[in-house]
């Protein structure tokens, strides 16, 4: 939430192309966790989907539409950052913030289509008993729907997660080098720089490789792999990391940061003060002792 106030309240000052992205990556974030406590509720129940049945599509549709928004909008932050240092003048010369706006409803529409196979699918299942009624959610397929289910799995893989993920290593790796050739560069930069890389290219690795790997031994095997439950909730994590991104990527977070902690220390300083005066004052002027009133 802190991010988002701070995205929100930077584009409205002066937005950059970095803070659309970050904006948006934000948003997908906050969305994933709105539906994760279902997913979590599922996991629960040893992957029986126990609540109302339109909320099976619904959750998973969200849930794989954001999963697929980060890959995407942690690639195009890649790339923005990399033609910042490869091509300083003739980048800010023709980056607009509105080209940037155009391209994240692009990543949205993009994802959304291709997640769309959850709804597909169910058109697909002919019997007169859905998954929910036999009690689990987007997991037990018919081989009619496997033949649809297969091959977008496949093309999950491979556009959605290969070429992001190759593109960021590209960019990265030159982006890193880069900065590693100018010697009067700042040194807290340049370990941002290394921070912000090696961020996302373990967002990619521990939340999304295991998930989309997944997809490729599926179709391989022609049937979804034992280990891709827990492939699907490592990809929970990248909630968790995706803050770490945000550290580096933006001067507004890190002084939004900054801030808090200093008004938290402040606070605590204050209190402890308040709290060793008022320790003092009771050793110096102990509480007389009454004496017994006698008859």
């Known amino acids: 939430m802190v991010a988002f106030y701070t995205f929100i309240k930077k584009v409205r000052q002066k937005a950059t192309p970095i803070d659309v992205l970050l904006l948006n990556l934000t ?19 040893n992957m029986k989907w126990n609540l109302p049945n339109f909320l099976c599509p619904l959750t998973s549709f969200v849930f794989y539409t954001t999963i697929y928004n980060s890959t995407l909008f942690l690639t195009a932050i890649s790339i923005e950052r990399y033609l910042g240092v490869a091509f300083p003048i003739q980048y800010k010369l023709k980056r607009r913030p509105s080209y940037l706006m155009f391209v994240s409803i692009f990543f949205w529409v993009i994802s959304m289509a291709h997640v769309s196979i959850v709804y597909i699918v169910q058109s697909f299942h002919h019997s007169n008993t859905t998954q929910t009624e036999l009690g689990s959610c987007y997991q037990n397929f018919t081989q009619e729907q496997m033949q649809i289910l297969m091959p977008v799995r496949l093309e999950l893989f491979l556009v ?21 050739q100018r010697p ?6 340049r370990l941002r720089a290394i921070g912000l890389s090696l961020g996302t290219l373990l967002v990619f690795a521990v939340c999304f490789a295991p998930y989309n790997l997944s997809h490729l031994v599926g179709f391989i095997q022609w049937e979804s792999p034992s280990w891709r439950v827990e492939a699907v909730l ?7 990391l995706d803050p770490i991104i945000f550290y580096f990527s ?19 300083l204050g ?3 308040s ?14 002792a009454q004496v017994p009133m006698t008859t």
């Open 271 to 273: 209190l402890w003060g």
């Open 184 to 189: 009067n560069f700042n040194p807290k930069k």
């Open 250 to 268: 933006s001067s507004a977070i890190r002084g939004t940061v900054h801030h808090l902690l200093r008004s938290m220390v402040q606070r605590v």
């Open 27 to 45: 948003s997908s974030d906050l969305i994933f966790l709105l539906v994760l406590p279902f997913k979590m509720k599922e996991a629960k129940n």
């Open 160 to 180: 959605l997660f290969c070429v992001p993920f190759f593109i960021c290593c590209f960019c990265y790796i030159n982006f890193v080098r880069i900065l590693s």
């Open 234 to 240: 490592s990809s929970t994590v990248n909630a968790c």
């Open 275 to 288: 709290c060793t005066a008022l320790y003092s004052r009771t050793q110096d002027n102990p509480p007389s």
